[in-house]
């Protein structure tokens, strides 16, 4: 197989993993630092490298932020039409999950290259990161889930994070027993899936 089918195949087969998919069974350290190492492979803007990584293994940590979530959780249910569906998904895995990671931006006082127009580069920067590690977290046959219905400022505080640092992404990390062929939220017919010609436009 080409390695660009295989880096397809393995795009198309990366899923978000949810709390009831994780296994008790801990995550080798060289397997975690392949996966924070993918991270640290991303691009940057003007070579920022503007990421921080803070590795959760603590139960108590982990239940005041899974705390966070349940009040953030019953917000969102306020929110949604769809709301008897809402409430039927799971939508994190925190606690089941052997490892969480807060990614975290920091926010510098330095002038970098390429964000003098455009302010958010370095957080998309570190957004490109976790995609990395999403992947190489996939390869390595290891779930991740991304947890974003959260209160930002309380999981700064839990997990002491030094100032000037911006949360961008919460994840679970763990051991799987499979991966689900297709997003769950098209399998329950959330959303639609979008087919490429309705995402590409031409300009010739
Ligand atoms: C920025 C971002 C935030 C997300 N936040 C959540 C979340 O809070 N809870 C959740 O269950 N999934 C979350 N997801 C996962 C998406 O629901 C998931 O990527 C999408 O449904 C497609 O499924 P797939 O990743 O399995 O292909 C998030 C994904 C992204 C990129």
Not at 36 to 45: D, F, N, Q, R
Not at 56 to 74: G, L, M, T, W
Request: proline share 2%.
């Amino acid at each position: 197989m080409l390695e660009a089918d295989l880096l397809l195949k393995l795009m198309q087969s990366r899923r978000d993993v949810r709390g009831n998919s994780f296994l008790d069974k801990r995550i080798e350290k060289e397997k975690l630092e392949m996966i924070l190492k993918a991270g640290i492979s991303a691009p940057s803007v003007g070579y920022s490298q503007p990421w921080k990584f803070i590795v959760i293994d603590n139960e108590r940590v982990k239940n005041e932020i899974h705390e966070n979530f349940a009040i953030e959780n019953e917000k969102a249910k306020q929110i949604f039409e769809k709301s008897e569906l809402y409430k039927n998904l799971k939508l994190e895995g925190i606690k089941e999950a052997p490892l969480n990671i807060a990614v975290l931006y920091e926010d510098s006082n330095e002038d970098i290259l390429g964000m003098t127009s455009m302010s958010s580069m370095g957080e998309y920067s570190v957004v490109c990161a976790v995609e990395n590690m999403w992947l190489m977290a996939r390869s390595l046959n290891i779930g991740l889930g991304w947890v974003s219905i959260l209160d930002e400022q309380k999981i700064l505080k839990s997990i002491k994070a030094p100032k000037n640092h911006k949360l961008i992404a919460y994840l679970c990390l763990g051991y799987v027993d499979g991966f689900k062929d297709e997003p769950e939220l098209k399998t329950l017919r959330w959303k639609e899936e979008k087919k490429l010609n309705e995402c590409v436009e031409y300009i010739c």
